[in-house]
């Protein structure tokens, strides 16, 4: 019986044959995903040290933080018309009538009204640039540029005004290299600054700054460092005076970017912090903030035809209880 018994039980299946290219491991996430095509490998970047690309001037190195946080608001009517003669030269006239703030000891916001004209003429070179402003007030306002070298330029501001010792006028030369960028400063009240920027790796870049006011027997240094890629900026900024800033710039599309700064002063020991945006649409720009200090603003610029660009300014400070609004024109290229 057990012979017959052992007759009828049929024999065991083979065992299955493995399936060629399976890992010994069984199928998982590698039977599921499509097969590495042979000599495909992940290349690292490898980064040319010799060979970054040159950094923003270290007075910029937060311009992308400052165009949102800190748009040019003002208070009123405001008017500027430009014409161009030639493809050089251009002549500027402006219009202002608004409210302008005078110190005062209590908490109150002080406003006295007044009102200027501006006339202004252009020189725009691609080696030269000369422009200069002249008030009703009596103030003179002028900047020169000029490249003495493909790598080296000058830069001249000035403004004299008839009150004595408010004159100012500052000499920059500009030298820009291959991956660093320095600037050596002169100016009137036996001042003398200069800074040094360089890049360390594609993305970030160091810099310093020293500086000394003769007349006032003041001197410092500061420290600087900017992180950039194609969706964000970061920088951060530290001096002896007890200076400590930090800014992020973060664009969300091509027309969005959102921007936040934060300020320490070690002296005063004040703290402040803001956050910004900056829109682009098809025929306007919004860029607008709010600060720690309860400070609201917002700027708009609306381009109504070729050339033509309408205004609008608000801000308001809760805190103080000051109010600011403002529109105006722009004509002219």
Same mark, same amino acid.
């Given at each position: 019986?057990?012979?017959? =018994?052992?007759?009828?039980?049929?024999?065991?299946? *083979?065992? +299955?044959?493995?399936?060629? $290219? #399976?890992p010994p491991y069984g199928p998982g996430l590698a039977g599921i995903l499509p097969p590495r095509p042979e000599g495909e490998e992940k290349k690292e970047e490898k980064v040319d040290y010799l060979n970054l690309p040159c950094p923003v001037p270290f007075e910029e190195i937060q311009r992308e933080a400052l165009m949102s946080l800190k748009p040019e608001l003002f208070e009123g009517l405001r008017f500027d018309f430009t014409k161009g003669l030639n493809q050089k030269f251009s002549l500027s006239h402006s219009v202002f009538m608004g409210s302008l703030e005078?110190? =005062?000891?209590?908490?109150?916001?002080?406003?006295? *009204?007044? +009102?200027?004209?501006?006339? $202004? #003429?252009?020189?725009?070179?691609?080696?030269?640039?000369?422009?200069?402003?002249?008030?009703?007030?009596?103030?003179?306002?002028?900047?020169?540029?000029?490249?003495?070298?493909?790598?080296?330029?000058?830069?001249?501001?000035?403004?004299?005004?008839?009150?004595?010792?408010?004159?100012?006028?500052m000499f920059n030369f500009d030298?820009?290299?291959?991956?660093?960028?320095?600037?050596?400063?002169?100016?009137?009240?036996?001042?003398?600054?200069?800074?040094?920027?360089?890049?360390?790796?594609?993305?970030?870049?160091?810099g310093t700054e020293?500086?000394?006011?003769?007349?006032?027997?003041?001197?410092?240094?500061?420290?600087?460092?900017?992180?950039?890629?194609?969706?964000?900026?970061?920088?951060?900024?530290?001096a002896s005076t007890g200076i400590v800033a930090l800014s992020y710039v973060q664009k969300v599309s091509e027309k969005v970017s959102l921007a936040s700064d934060f300020m320490y002063n070690h002296m005063s020991k004040d703290v402040t912090a803001s956050f910004g945006y900056d829109y682009l649409l098809r025929q306007c720009r919004l860029r607008g903030k709010i600060d720690s200090n309860g400070v609201v603003a917002a700027y708009l610029e609306e381009r109504l035809n070729m050339g033509v660009n309408f205004l609008l300014s608000a801000e308001i400070d809760h805190c103080k209880k000051n109010y600011k609004f403002g529109f105006g024109m722009t004509v002219g290229e």
């Open positions: 019986m057990g012979s017959a =018994a052992s007759a009828a039980v049929p024999p065991p299946p *083979p065992p +299955a044959q493995a399936q060629a $290219g #399976a005078v110190p =005062a000891q209590s908490s109150e916001t002080i406003k006295v *009204p007044t +009102a200027h004209y501006e006339f $202004g #003429a252009n020189f725009l070179d691609p080696k030269l640039m000369l422009i200069g402003r002249v008030m009703t007030d009596g103030r003179l306002n002028a900047r020169v540029k000029c490249d003495l070298t493909e790598n080296l330029t000058l830069k001249v501001n000035a403004q004299l005004t008839q009150e004595a010792h408010y004159s100012q006028g030298y820009k290299g291959s991956d660093y960028r320095s600037q050596f400063q002169i100016g009137n009240n036996a001042f003398y600054g200069a800074n040094y920027i360089q890049s360390v790796t594609p993305h970030l870049s160091m020293i500086f000394w006011l003769g007349h006032q027997r003041k001197s410092g240094i500061g420290f600087a460092s900017r992180y950039n890629t194609d969706k964000m900026v970061g920088t951060l900024q530290v």
